[in-house]
């Protein structure tokens, strides 16, 4: 994997002990909010037999839940190895690692070697990357029906709190910086390779987006 700063800093951020405190929410109260609401509208279109490219994939609850409920295959594409190896205990203790397929990396740099997937996901994604065209773009080309992703939305106050935690980070001298890209230049990367907005949902940080793919 290339050693950009934004990449020590995942490294240096997503360790061990937050994988596991997200673990144990994941165990004791199943996905996040927002997360159940882009799970709840991937599963009302027929996912039997599709694969699944879960980048950023974290501790697998994506890919567990997507592989529970009809989905063929799951390849998971993180630049933390504690989250890598939680994620790949947690899919054995649930009986499906022989259906997840775990990579090491950044994407943007890995995404020639990946296959194309019938769904890709970016969960809390978008808002950990600096070169945020690079991953949209990317990671849109690799979609074959659907695209779904969970991101902040574009508010004053996000800005105000990312300036807020970058200075933070830097005083504590991690690399790691947490981004709020415009809503509409995101959108408007997937508009020009063929997606639509299909589903749409706010809440107080978060917005879930889920696009199909209509066009080439």
Request: aromatic fraction near 10%.
């Amino acid at each position: 994997m290339s050693c950009c700063k934004q990449c020590q800093g995942i490294e240096q951020t997503f360790d061990d002990n937050l994988a596991l405190d997200e673990l144990k929410d994941y165990q004791e109260k199943g996905p996040d909010e927002t997360t159940v609401w882009l799970l709840e509208r991937l599963k009302e279109e027929n996912l039997e037999s599709n694969t699944l490219l879960d980048i950023g994939g974290g501790i697998g609850t994506i890919q567990l839940e997507l592989l529970q409920a009809g989905v063929k295959h799951a390849t998971s594409v993180d630049a933390s190895t504690a989250y890598i190896k939680t994620a790949r205990e947690e899919a054995e203790r649930q009986g499906l690692e022989e259906r997840i397929t775990h990579q090491y990396g950044d994407f943007v740099d890995i995404a020639p070697e990946l296959e194309q997937a019938d769904i890709v996901t970016l969960e809390r994604v978008i808002c950990c990357y600096h070169d945020m065209p690079a991953l949209v773009s990317k990671s849109a080309q690799l979609a074959k029906r659907y695209y779904g992703a969970i991101y902040p939305r574009d508010t004053w106050w996000l800005r105000i709190a990312q300036r807020i935690g970058g200075f933070f980070l830097w005083a504590s001298r991690n690399p790691f910086r947490f981004f709020v890209h415009p809503t509409k230049e995101v959108e408007g990367i997937l508009q020009s390779q063929g997606f639509k907005r299909i589903f749409h949902r706010q809440g107080f940080i978060w917005q879930v987006a889920l696009f199909e793919k209509t066009g080439p």
